[in-house]
C-alpha cells in the first residue's frame, strides 16, 4: 500500500532474529490519527496491528486493536516521518523486545496458526512492555464511522508486571533516540540520558571490580584500575575506569550519530600499547547479557557478521568500554535501511609530508564548496590527524550516488590544490600527499563517531566544529580528550545537532 520511491521507510524482505529469539516491537505513529502499532515477529514478517490508545500493562484495559497488513521484518527499526500517502505522518519506535509462548498454554505452539484461528497468547519481555497478553479477535460486524478491518481486542493478564491505570502516554520516548514524535517531525535531536553524579560516585566507591546501576541497568564491570591509554604531557595514564565514566557521562551527546544504525567496535583489550594492539569486533559476543541490543544483518553472506550491536544508550555504552571497545564506528546506514546512507561523507586524509596547515587549506576549500552548493553540512577533527565533513541527504540515495557525488566533489577541490593531494590507491605510491578519501561512501565502512575516544597517548576525541573554527589558530585535530571535552559541550553545545532531521538534494556538479 505504500510508494517505496516517495517514503523512507524500507520496503525490506523476510528476515528475523539470528538467535532464534521472536521480536516484537510498537511503534508511536501520529498518521491522520495517532495510534500504536504493534508488531510480532512470526515467519520472518511482523504481523501487525494498529492500537489506537496503545497497549498498556493495565489488565482492566480492553485496547482496541484493528488488524493490519504485515510489514518487512526491517520495518522494525524505522524512525522518520513518512512524506506523503499511505500513513503520512511521524514514527518512532515506541518499545521493543522479545516475545515467547505463553507457558500456561503449552498446546499454543504455532502463532500463525493462533492468529488465524483469532486468538494468541503470548509473554512479552520488553523495555516497557512485560508480561503475559492475549489479543482476541471480535464477533463485531464493522458498523458506521468504524474501520471496515478485522477488530481485536489486546488484553494484559494479572501478572506480576500489571499495573493498573498505566498510561501508554505517560511515557511517549523512542527506545531507540528517546525522541518523541514532535522531536521528529520538528527535526530535534533525541538525548540519551547521562549517568548521574550519584551513580558515577558509585563507580568510585567500586573496587577493581563489581555491579554498577546505570539508567536502571545493573552490569558487571571488570579490571577498573587497569591502564589502557598512556597520558600525554606528564599526565597520568586513562584507566578503563575513567573510560566508562567518559562514556556513561558523553551519552547524551552520542545519541544522533549512533541510535538505530548497526556499530562495529575498535577494541584493545591490553591496552593501545599492549602486545596485541587493536583489532575491529563487529559480532555481538555470546556472553553478552540479553539487554545488550543486536541488529541481524539480513545481508549478510557466509563467513560475514551476522548480528551486529546496536548502542542506545549510556548502560550500553559502558558495556562497550568495560568490553574494551571504547572506539566506536557506526554505519553510515540505518538498520531500518542498510543500503541507504544518511550521509555522504568527506575523508581529508593526511599524507606523511602533509602539514596541519595544509589540512585546513583543504577543509576550508570544501567550506567553500558547501557554501556555493547551498548543502548544510559540519566539519570534524578525527582526534588523531585528519579532519572528516559529514553532509547529510534526503532518503532514497545509493552507496554509488554517494560516493559519486563526493568523488566529483573532492576532485574538484584537489583541482585547485593539486601539490597537496594524491589521488593514488596504494599509500606508498602517494608521496606522503593527502588523500581526500571518497570511498569511505560504502555499506559497512565507516568513520570514527563524534565524541569516540581515540587510541592515542592522552585518549583524544574526535568532536564535531563549527565551519568559522578552521580558522581558529589554536585549533588542532586531537585538541580535546576525554579530561577536557566536557568544557566545550558545555559552552556550545555539539555542533552535529545542526545536522539533525536535514534532507538534502544532492546537486549535479
Given at each position: 500500500?505504500?510508494d517505496?520511491?516517495?517514503?523512507?521507510?524500507?520496503?525490506?524482505?523476510?528476515?528475523?532474529?539470528?538467535?532464534?529469539?521472536?521480536?516484537?516491537?510498537?511503534?508511536?505513529?501520529?498518521?491522520?490519527?495517532?495510534?500504536?502499532?504493534?508488531?510480532?515477529?512470526?515467519d520472518?514478517?511482523?504481523?501487525?496491528?494498529?492500537?489506537?490508545?496503545?497497549?498498556?500493562?493495565?489488565?482492566?484495559?480492553?485496547?482496541?486493536?484493528?488488524?493490519?497488513?504485515?510489514?518487512?521484518?526491517?520495518?522494525?527499526?524505522?524512525?522518520?516521518?513518512?512524506?506523503?500517502?499511505?500513513?503520512k505522518?511521524?514514527?518512532?519506535?515506541?518499545?521493543?523486545?522479545?516475545?515467547?509462548?505463553?507457558?500456561?498454554?503449552?498446546?499454543?505452539?504455532?502463532?500463525?496458526?493462533?492468529?488465524?484461528?483469532?486468538?494468541?497468547?503470548?509473554?512479552?519481555?520488553?523495555?516497557?512492555?512485560?508480561?503475559?497478553?492475549?489479543?482476541?479477535?471480535?464477533?463485531?460486524?464493522?458498523?458506521?464511522?468504524?474501520?471496515?478491518?478485522?477488530?481485536?481486542?489486546?488484553?494484559?493478564?494479572?501478572?506480576?508486571?500489571?499495573?493498573?491505570?498505566?498510561?501508554?502516554?505517560?511515557?511517549?520516548?523512542?527506545?531507540?533516540?528517546?525522541?518523541?514524535?514532535?522531536?521528529?517531525?520538528?527535526?530535534?535531536?533525541?538525548?540519551w540520558?547521562?549517568?548521574?553524579?550519584?551513580e558515577?560516585?558509585?563507580?568510585?566507591?567500586?573496587?577493581?571490580?563489581?555491579?554498577?546501576?546505570?539508567?536502571?541497568?545493573?552490569?558487571?564491570?571488570?579490571?577498573?584500575?587497569?591502564?589502557?591509554?598512556?597520558?600525554?604531557?606528564?599526565?597520568?595514564?586513562?584507566?578503563?575506569?575513567?573510560?566508562?565514566?567518559?562514556?556513561?557521562?558523553?551519552?547524551?551527546?552520542?545519541?544522533?550519530?549512533?541510535?538505530?544504525?548497526?556499530?562495529?567496535?575498535?577494541?584493545?583489550?591490553?591496552?593501545?600499547?599492549?602486545?596485541?594492539?587493536?583489532?575491529?569486533?563487529?559480532?555481538?559476543?555470546?556472553?553478552?547479557?540479553?539487554?545488550?541490543?543486536?541488529?541481524?544483518?539480513?545481508?549478510?553472506?557466509?563467513?560475514?557478521?551476522?548480528?551486529?550491536?546496536?548502542?542506545?544508550?549510556?548502560?550500553?555504552?559502558?558495556?562497550?568500554?568495560?568490553?574494551?571497545?571504547?572506539?566506536?564506528?557506526?554505519?553510515?546506514?540505518?538498520?531500518?535501511?542498510?543500503?541507504?546512507?544518511?550521509?555522504?561523507?568527506?575523508?581529508?586524509?593526511?599524507?606523511?609530508?602533509?602539514?596541519?596547515?595544509?589540512?585546513?587549506?583543504?577543509?576550508r576549500?570544501?567550506?567553500?564548496?558547501?557554501?556555493?552548493?547551498?548543502?548544510?553540512?559540519?566539519?570534524?577533527?578525527?582526534?588523531?590527524?585528519?579532519?572528516?565533513?559529514?553532509?547529510?541527504?534526503?532518503?532514497?540515495?545509493?552507496?554509488?550516488?554517494?560516493?559519486?557525488?563526493?568523488?566529483?566533489?573532492?576532485?574538484?577541490?584537489?583541482?585547485v590544490?593539486?601539490?597537496?593531494?594524491?589521488?593514488?590507491?596504494?599509500?606508498?605510491?602517494?608521496r606522503?600527499?593527502?588523500?581526500?578519501?571518497?570511498?569511505?561512501?560504502?555499506v559497512?565502512?565507516?568513520?570514527?563517531?563524534?565524541?569516540?575516544?581515540r587510541?592515542?597517548?592522552?585518549?583524544?576525541?574526535?568532536?564535531?566544529?563549527?565551519?568559522?573554527?578552521?580558522?581558529?589558530?589554536?585549533?588542532?585535530?586531537?585538541?580535546?580528550?576525554?579530561?577536557?571535552?566536557?568544557?566545550?559541550?558545555?559552552?556550545?553545545?555539539?555542533?552535529?545537532?545542526?545536522?539533525?532531521?536535514?534532507?538534502?538534494?544532492?546537486?549535479?556538479?
Amino acid at each position: 500500500m505504500r510508494d517505496f520511491d516517495d517514503s523512507p521507510e524500507p520496503p525490506g524482505e523476510l528476515a528475523g532474529s539470528a538467535d532464534g529469539r521472536h521480536r516484537f516491537l510498537v511503534q508511536r505513529h501520529r498518521a491522520t490519527r495517532l495510534h500504536f502499532d504493534l508488531r510480532f515477529e512470526v515467519d520472518g514478517a511482523l504481523v501487525s496491528w494498529a492500537v489506537p490508545k496503545g497497549p498498556s500493562l493495565d489488565p482492566q484495559r480492553k485496547s482496541l486493536a484493528m488488524k493490519v497488513e504485515d510489514h518487512p521484518y526491517a520495518y522494525g527499526w524505522f524512525e522518520g516521518i513518512i512524506p506523503s500517502g499511505y500513513g503520512k505522518g511521524d514514527v518512532v519506535l515506541w518499545d521493543d523486545g522479545w516475545w515467547d509462548h505463553d507457558p500456561e498454554y503449552p498446546d499454543q505452539v504455532d502463532a500463525a496458526e493462533a492468529i488465524a484461528a483469532g486468538e494468541f497468547k503470548f509473554v512479552l519481555i520488553g523495555r516497557k512492555l512485560r508480561g503475559r497478553y492475549v489479543i482476541v479477535k471480535t464477533s463485531r460486524p464493522a458498523g458506521k464511522g468504524r474501520s471496515s478491518g478485522e477488530e481485536w481486542l489486546l488484553i494484559h493478564k494479572k501478572d506480576q508486571y500489571a499495573i493498573a491505570g498505566w498510561n501508554p502516554e505517560d511515557y511517549p520516548q523512542s527506545v531507540l533516540s528517546n525522541r518523541t514524535n514532535e522531536d521528529v517531525a520538528e527535526g530535534r535531536p533525541g538525548r540519551w540520558k547521562a549517568a548521574t553524579e550519584d551513580e558515577l560516585a558509585e563507580l568510585d566507591h567500586i573496587k577493581t571490580k563489581g555491579d554498577w546501576t546505570v539508567d536502571g541497568i545493573t552490569q558487571q564491570i571488570t579490571n577498573l584500575d587497569k591502564a589502557l591509554i598512556p597520558g600525554r604531557n606528564g599526565e597520568p595514564p586513562i584507566t578503563k575506569r575513567e573510560l566508562i565514566a567518559y562514556y556513561a557521562t558523553v551519552a547524551p551527546w552520542m545519541t544522533t550519530t549512533l541510535a538505530g544504525r548497526p556499530i562495529n567496535l575498535n577494541r584493545f583489550p591490553d591496552g593501545i600499547e599492549g602486545a596485541k594492539g587493536g583489532f575491529f569486533h563487529k559480532s555481538v559476543p555470546a556472553h553478552a547479557p540479553a539487554w545488550v541490543r543486536r541488529w541481524p544483518n539480513p545481508n549478510a553472506g557466509k563467513g560475514e557478521t551476522r548480528e551486529y550491536l546496536m548502542l542506545d544508550g549510556a548502560p550500553s555504552l559502558v558495556w562497550a568500554a568495560n568490553f574494551a571497545g571504547f572506539e566506536i564506528h557506526p554505519w553510515t546506514s540505518t538498520c531500518a535501511s542498510p543500503d541507504e546512507p544518511s550521509y555522504a561523507l568527506v575523508d581529508i586524509d593526511p599524507g606523511e609530508n602533509t602539514a596541519w596547515d595544509d589540512t585546513l587549506v583543504l577543509a576550508r576549500l570544501f567550506r567553500v564548496a558547501m557554501d556555493k552548493l547551498g548543502l548544510v553540512a559540519r566539519p570534524k577533527v578525527s582526534g588523531q590527524r585528519g579532519i572528516q565533513i559529514w553532509i547529510p541527504v534526503k532518503a532514497g540515495y545509493s552507496f554509488r550516488q554517494t560516493s559519486d557525488f563526493v568523488e566529483a566533489l573532492s576532485k574538484t577541490v584537489g583541482g585547485v590544490v593539486p601539490d597537496l593531494v594524491s589521488w593514488k590507491w596504494k599509500k606508498n605510491a602517494r608521496r606522503g600527499l593527502a588523500r581526500l578519501d571518497y570511498t569511505q561512501n560504502q555499506v559497512n565502512k565507516t568513520l570514527v563517531a563524534p565524541y569516540s575516544v581515540r587510541p592515542r597517548p592522552g585518549a583524544p576525541v574526535s568532536v564535531p566544529l563549527e565551519w568559522d573554527e578552521l580558522d581558529d589558530p589554536d585549533l588542532r585535530p586531537d585538541r580535546w580528550t576525554i579530561r577536557d571535552v566536557f568544557h566545550r559541550l558545555d559552552e556550545i553545545g555539539n555542533s552535529f545537532d545542526a545536522l539533525v532531521g536535514v534532507q538534502q538534494t544532492l546537486p549535479e556538479l
